[in-house]
């Protein structure tokens, strides 16, 4: 048990793009965009979108979900 870890996660998506397209869903969530997410949402569940396709969507939605905000919501308020 070192410091840096050595082990190669290969936890690459199956589609990048739409793994890209999960991490603005999770952005848009994050800061209250309805708008963006709920059209992210629906050009994945279109029909067009196979299972691969759908589980690298959500897979960059959670890879972004498990990042910390950088701030606190509740910042100096009184």
Do not use: C
């Amino acid at each position: 048990m070192g410091l840096f870890n050595r082990k190669s996660n290969d936890t690459t998506p199956a589609d990048p793009a739409m793994t890209e397209k999960g991490r603005q869903y999770a952005i848009a969530k994050r800061h209250g965009d309805r708008k963006t997410a709920n059209r992210l949402v629906r050009e994945i569940g279109g029909g067009s979108s196979t299972n691969e396709q759908q589980a690298a969507f959500w897979q960059g939605a959670d890879d972004y979900d498990n990042v910390p905000p950088a701030y606190s919501k509740r910042r100096n308020r009184r």
